[in-house]
């Protein structure tokens, strides 16, 4: 080998070795560069400890809000004091349809509704569903489909419009079912087209009846499964958004709670007892009640009334709370009576109230009640009953059959003009009776028995005439 084919070859070594240092270098400077897009996806994804507010900006960062709402940790939805729902990026390799139900009251429903609609348009979406009622209070509801990349943003958006009563978000991963339903009407479709191969080669009348009965069921089956996966597929390119927008009303209420516990000697301090309660008749009981304001204004001028039990708001004590001021919304008061059980009793309490405005006013024909009841078993104390409750039982017995008795006289009072129909049938029947009898009687008296004839000749007899007497006897006897 000459020397310069010899620095020939050594160069293009010197060039191979060198592609190779380059295409490693490459290599692990591409690995490094994924390693580092791997971790801040896990950081985002709270998968490598990553805090919460970093993967709030993160996900804030994928969908950048269009209003100039507060994106800051502990931003309220409007004023209701329902946080801000939590962003997160939407994985474009599934089949998730999202969907979303939410309440907000408005001093205004009609300029609320507007502000939705133009709220839902500048995020690409439209309106899909209107329904709007007058009573009991005025309530707007509105559906809106938008892209599901802007679902979040635009719930966050309809967020503002008033105060957040509830809201659900849910998200449903239908990648499986789409799968499934493009799987059996590719192989439905197969099936349809190996039978109308058959139909076209069928000669005989019985074997096209068949084919073209089997061709239409599964023709039939095979658009039902077009129109479910239609269906699917409109509801993963769309989200849906559902918002009830209603008017800012009070919302009074009330809730009455009794219980029971044996005994008063406490006065009422160990109040709540149980929910039910079963002594000996005669005993002494104490009778709890619980009254809870759990609306979302004030009331005042409670009352309470029992006609099971015989207690009135006068009868009770108060053992816990003050009745003095108005009861605000959460707060609660417990009263106390005593009550001796005679025999065994279901109560029905009924609580009313007045509900007050955020000024300290009266609502004006606005009033709000509940009722409650528990039982009250009483047990026979059993041995030998007394004078006086053997009394009690004997009149007892009679007042109940007096009452039996005026109810059996009220119901044949309907049926008193059978009475006289039955006598008058019952008279006629026996004066036919009667005149058949003397009819029978007369004959007998009238008819005398036959008296034999004498033994005579009975040529003298045939050639004798009946005389004149015979003939008077004749006339008598008919």
């Given at each position: 080998m000459s020397k310069s084919k010899q620095i020939t070859t050594n160069r293009q070594t010197i060039m191979r070795v060198l592609a190779v240092a380059l295409a490693t270098v490459l290599v692990l400077a591409a690995c490094g560069s994924s390693s580092d897009d791997s971790t801040e996806?896990?950081?985002?994804?709270?998968?490598?400890?990553?805090?919460?507010s970093d993967t709030t900006a993160a996900a804030a960062t994928t969908f950048a809000p269009t209003s100039d709402r507060e994106s800051d940790d502990g931003a309220e939805l409007g004023s209701g004091g329902l946080g801000q729902p939590a962003q997160q990026t939407i994985n474009i390799a599934r089949d998730i349809i999202f969907t979303a139900e939410m309440t907000v009251s408005v001093d205004n429903v009609a300029d609320a509704s507007d502000q939705a609609i133009a709220i839902i348009t500048g995020f690409r979406g439209f309106l899909f569903?209107?329904?709007?009622?007058?009573?009991?209070?005025?309530?707007?509801?509105l559906v809106f489909k938008v892209p599901p990349d802007r679902f979040q943003e635009a719930l966050a958006a309809l967020g503002?419009?008033?105060?957040?009563?509830?809201?659900?978000?849910?998200?449903?991963?239908v990648t499986e079912r789409i799968v499934d339903l493009q799987s059996r009407i590719s192989t439905s479709k197969t099936s349809v087209e190996r039978l109308r191969t058959l139909l076209e080669g069928a000669e005989t009348v019985k074997i096209i009846t068949e084919l073209e009965n089997q061709l239409l069921e599964r023709e039939t089956s095979l658009e039902q499964m077009r129109g479910q996966l239609r269906t699917l597929e409109g509801q993963?390119?769309?989200?849906?958004?559902?918002?009830?927008?209603?008017?800012?009303?009070?919302?009074?209420?009330?809730?009455?709670?009794?219980?029971?516990?044996?005994?008063?000697?406490?006065?009422?301090?160990?109040?709540?007892?149980?929910?039910?309660?079963?002594?000996?008749?005669?005993?002494?009981i104490t009778f709890c009640l619980e009254i809870v304001n759990v609306g979302d204004t004030s009331l005042t001028d409670i009352?309470?009334?029992?006609?099971?039990?015989?207690?009135?708001?006068?009868?009770?004590?108060?053992?816990?709370?003050?009745?003095?001021?108005?009861?605000?919304?959460?707060?609660?008061?417990?009263?106390?009576?005593?009550?001796?059980?005679?025999?065994?009793?279901?109560?029905?309490?009924?609580?009313t109230a007045t509900p007050l405005n955020e000024d300290g006013t009266l609502l004006e024909?606005?009033?709000?009640?509940?009722?409650?009841?528990?039982?009250?078993?009483?047990?026979?104390?059993?041995?030998?009953?007394?004078?006086?409750?053997?009394l009690s039982k004997s009149w007892d017995v009679l007042v109940n059959g007096l009452k039996l008795l005026i109810l059996a006289i009220g119901a044949l009072i309907p049926f008193i003009w059978v009475i006289p129909l039955v006598w008058l049938y019952l008279r006629w029947r026996r004066n036919k009776a009667a005149a058949a009898a003397a009819a029978r009687e007369a004959a007998r008296r009238r008819i005398p028995a036959p008296v034999?004839?004498?033994?005579?000749?009975?040529?003298?007899?045939?050639?004798?005439?009946?005389?004149?007497?015979?003939?008077?006897?004749?006339?008598?006897?008919?």
């Open positions: 996806f896990n950081e985002v994804g709270g998968s490598n400890g990553g805090s919460a569903g209107q329904r709007a009622v007058a009573e009991p209070e005025p309530t707007n509801v503002e419009v008033g105060d957040i009563r509830n809201q659900t978000v849910s998200a449903d991963d993963v390119s769309l989200a849906t958004i559902t918002i009830a927008i209603t008017e800012s009303v009070a919302r009074p209420a009330v809730d009455v709670r009794p219980t029971a516990y044996l005994g008063f000697e406490d006065d009422g301090t160990s109040c709540p007892g149980d929910s039910g309660i079963r002594v000996v008749e005669g005993e002494t009352e309470v009334r029992d006609v099971v039990i015989g207690r009135e708001m006068a009868d009770f004590i108060i053992v816990f709370g003050d009745l003095s001021v108005p009861l605000e919304p959460g707060q609660s008061v417990v009263l106390a009576t005593e009550l001796e059980i005679e025999r065994t009793l279901r109560s029905q309490t009924r609580v024909g606005r009033s709000v009640a509940n009722t409650s009841t528990i039982n009250l078993v009483s047990e026979d104390p059993g041995g030998i009953p007394g004078f006086s409750e053997g034999p004839a004498p033994v005579t000749d009975q040529a003298e007899d045939s050639t004798d005439e009946p005389d004149a007497d015979d003939a008077w006897d004749l006339e008598d006897d008919v």
